[in-house]
């Protein structure tokens, strides 16, 4: 806890003795007026620097060392304030890894991330889904000891985050009660205007409660299943608001480690934000997971859905907010306040959310970038440069540049040694341990998880020579582990449909230019990359009708054969839209190792790494197609020497800025070709 923060609770400790002692301050200022500013990070994904581990090198786009900057002007500016943290806070970086998995913290060691949040003193938390992906015992550890759950050690006292989390929909089945309080109630004074224009302070107890998505049950299966068990955010708030305000709560603050869908509520939705803000007794909600931003200032803004106004910053009347992610932003919802005599009510309506960037746009079109805080690189100095060190461990060398510029239209550079690796250890597995599958094919699918949906830079992007940790744990960037899963030969046409929405339908009769990609995530197109499979993408076809002449060894795939397909827990528990067997029923193998340490071992084991041998093999492309005017695309800036190394004579060059301020080129495909 803060000396800041300490300091607050003793001045409201301080202002409530004295209503006790009979003062009638606190009836006399009714009608007094204040604003509190609350501030939010979310998805930090360990970002405390800013730095890519993977480039070895700073990169100014992103970083909490920069949103600390935007906390301390927000400080200034607002008199009463309280800075939350919405989850996904300790994984994400190379540092994150080293810290959990290769030379794992003590006990008594803060975590790198939380150290550094200590410097800004945060009021409270949650916990995202990424809070579960290093199991149970390190969860334990680092939020300092206490949770009651099977093959943990309860009663071990650490050096913890720091600040108090709360985790309302997230149950320990060897207790029944929520693995982490559900909420706390925070004790602070508010410096308030007095109905005669002169300042007041007033006691104000500020509810915080926090959800974290229901889809950590699939994601971290290997885990959690049979320890914890979750509950609908909905439910959850529905129980445990009231007991909020019945503890004297003024205002409820929601930190909702999800976002917004408009699908249908149910107790398992991974955003359930438009139904949670409906439950009353919430007067500002801070979302995130998404990585999206509310309110979205842009043209056509995301989240385009009934109750969601951009303008007032509110879901269904509801203040709120959603920071981007990797500290990129500072959500801050000013909420207006006042003073009833007792207690503060909120005006809603002269409430308003904002998001405040470290990065943006001057008059001139120029970036302009918040300057780092000082006081955050040293307090992790040390750390930072045994994670440096770390990923500079030689493992072999590359001929070719490995990338996933444009994995889009059909260059396998960074994928097929990923898809390679995961075959090679599923395969030997079945073999050694699971006889009864080893007369199946083993195959795998893997995607371009950086596709530059963070811009221009957001792109799996290796150089020809030595090959690092860092540069596997590019090619792999996720901290999953290897699934198989059995599937037969109309499973694997299915799944290919589904990856295949990354394309939006083109209609050739048009002659304006068309987007060839979609919303459809790029960590969601699943391909093949072998000679074993071929088949096409037809994008002038619906979603659904896409996947032409799909061949296994040269003849149409048979519907009824089985195939053993090689992929990450992911997609293999949460992957129903795909195909059903994707719900966790088709696993044959759960495997303990992460896919990113499978690619690591298999290029220790192969360490001459090359185009021919490792980044050539296209088991699909477009189907053939006329198109009236121009297919476009997005990708790194003037890149086409890599499209036209994988052997796309189809790309060309159309704008070296594409106009997006994302730092991407505008490319065409030639699907006639």
Not at 192 to 197: M, R, Y
Not at 238 to 253: C, H
Not at 436 to 446: D, E, H, I, M, T
Not at 502 to 509: C, E, K, L, V, Y
């Amino acid at each position: 806890m803060s000396r800041r923060v300490a300091a607050l609770g003793m001045v409201a400790l301080a202002a409530s003795l004295a209503a006790c002692g009979g003062s009638d301050d606190s009836n006399s200022n009714a009608g007094a007026t204040a604003t509190l500013a609350v501030l939010e990070t979310t998805d930090l994904h360990f970002n405390v620097r800013s730095y890519d581990y993977f480039k070895l090198a700073e990169d100014k786009s992103y970083g909490f060392e920069r949103t600390a900057t935007l906390v301390r002007a927000a400080r200034k500016e607002f008199a009463n304030t309280l800075l939350v943290d919405n989850g996904d806070t300790i994984q994400g970086t190379a540092l994150a890894d080293y810290e959990a998995t290769i030379n794992p913290i003590g006990c008594t060691q803060q975590l790198s991330m939380y150290k550094a949040m200590g410097a800004l003193g945060f009021d409270a938390g949650t916990l995202g889904n990424h809070e579960f992906n290093y199991g149970l015992p390190f969860l334990n550890q680092v939020l300092g000891g206490g949770l009651e759950v099977d093959g943990v050690d309860a009663g071990k006292k650490c050096a913890g985050a720091g600040f108090p989390m709360v985790l309302a929909n997230v149950t320990s089945n060897k207790t029944n009660k929520p693995l982490v309080q559900p909420y706390t109630v925070l004790e602070r004074t508010m410096v308030a205007k007095g109905a005669d224009g002169k300042e007041v302070k007033l006691p104000i107890k500020i509810g915080v409660i926090g959800f974290t998505t229901p889809g950590i049950m699939s994601w971290d299966k290997r885990y959690l299943e049979g320890k914890v068990t979750t509950q609908g955010a909905v439910e959850t708030a529905n129980k445990y608001v009231p007991e909020l305000r019945a503890k004297g709560a003024d205002i409820v603050i929601a930190l909702l480690h999800g976002g917004m869908d408009s699908a249908a509520y149910s107790p398992t939705m991974e955003n359930p934000g438009l139904y949670l803000s409906k439950v009353a007794g919430i007067d500002a909600m801070v979302m995130g997971h998404q990585h999206g931003v509310f309110p979205d200032t842009a043209v056509t803004p995301s989240f385009n859905m009934p109750g969601v106004d951009h303008k007032a910053g509110t879901v269904n009347g509801v203040p709120a907010v959603m920071a981007s992610s990797w500290g990129k932003s500072l959500g801050v919802v000013q909420l207006a306040l006042q003073w009833d005599g007792a207690k503060w009510v909120v005006n809603k309506s002269a409430s308003k959310s904002e998001l405040r960037n470290t990065q943006s746009k001057n008059a001139a079109g120029a970036t302009v970038t918040v300057e780092a805080d000082p006081a955050i690189a040293p307090l992790i100095e040390t750390q930072h440069q045994a994670a440096i060190q770390y990923v500079k461990t030689p493992i072999g060398q590359t001929d070719f540049r490995m990338s996933t510029l444009f994995a889009d239209v059909g260059d396998p550079g960074a994928i097929q040694i990923v898809n390679q690796a995961q075959q090679a250890y599923v395969a030997a597995y079945l073999k050694a341990s699971l006889p009864q599958y080893a007369q199946l094919p083993v195959l795998s699918v893997s995607a371009p998880f950086k596709s530059g949906f963070q811009g221009g830079a957001d792109y799996t992007d290796v150089a020809v020579g030595p090959l690092a940790i860092n540069n596997a744990a590019d090619l792999y960037l996720y901290p999953n582990t290897v699934y198989a899963v059995k599937v037969n030969g109309g499973d694997i046409k299915n799944w290919l449909e589904a990856a295949a929405k990354r394309f939006n339908q083109i209609d050739p009769a048009k002659t304006t230019e068309q987007q060839l990609i979609s919303t459809f995530p790029g960590y969601n197109f699943d391909m093949f990359t072998t000679a074993d499979v071929q088949y096409e993408i037809d994008v002038t076809q619906p979603v659904g009708s896409r996947i032409k002449n799909l061949t296994y060894l040269g003849k149409p795939i048979d519907v009824a054969q089985e195939f053993v397909i090689a992929t990450n827990n992911y997609r293999a528990t949460s992957g129903k839209s795909f195909i059903d067997k994707l719900d966790g029923s088709g696993t044959i193998w759960a495997s303990p190792d992460a896919n990113r340490d499978v690619v690591i071992d298999y290029i220790r084991k192969n360490p001459a790494v090359t185009r021919v041998a490792n980044g050539a093999a296209k088991s699909w492309r477009f189907a053939k197609a006329t198109v009236a005017g121009p297919v476009v695309f997005s990708s790194g800036a003037n890149a086409l020497s890599v499209a036209q190394a994988g052997g796309l004579a189809n790309v060309s060059l159309l704008a070296a800025d594409d106009g997006s301020g994302k730092g991407t080129s505008k490319y065409a495909i030639d699907l006639s070709k």
